[in-house]
Nanobody, 124 residues
Framework: QVQLVESGGGLVQAGGSLRLSCAAS????????MGWFRQAPGKEREFVAA????????YYAESVKLRFTISRDNAKNTVYLQMNALKPEDTAVYYC?????????????????WGQGTQVTVSS
């Protein structure tokens, strides 16, 4: 079993930055693909970014390309999401997810473990 705990969310003004962290415990995630998803009020959960076990391939949703960067530190068993140039439409609960296979995908149903989420609110 893998436990995932997200942190780093908060309230930020439009144009600002946040860095989310996802700390894993229970076993190493070095051979797992990892993803970030988000869910805004009244909307379905959507894909944000994903990274494969050796940091490639990496995928981003079109809406966050060039603004968000996903990375991982396998030695720390942690995955990060650097979010720059934040917009009010980025407001959501952000979830970290782990996939028991090495290659990342964009589909939430492909991920086996999920964190509880961290709230990101971007004010205009």
């Amino acid at each position: 079993q893998v436990q995932l705990v997200e942190s780093g969310g908060g309230l930020v003004q439009a144009g600002g930055s946040l860095r989310l962290s996802c700390a894993a415990s229970g076993r190493t995630i070095s051979t797992y693909a990892m993803g970030w998803f988000r869910q805004a009020p009244g909307k379905e959960r959507e894909f944000v970014a994903a990274i494969s076990w050796r940091s490639g391939p990496i995928y981003y949703a079109e809406s966050v390309k060039l603004r968000f960067t996903i990375s991982r530190d396998n030695a720390k068993n942690t995955v990060y999401l650097q979010m720059n140039a934040l917009k009010p439409e980025d407001t959501a609960v952000y979830y970290c997810a782990a996939r028991r296979l090495t290659i990342a995908t964009l589909r939430a149903e492909d991920y086996d473990y999920w964190g509880q989420g961290t709230q990101v609110t971007v004010s205009s």
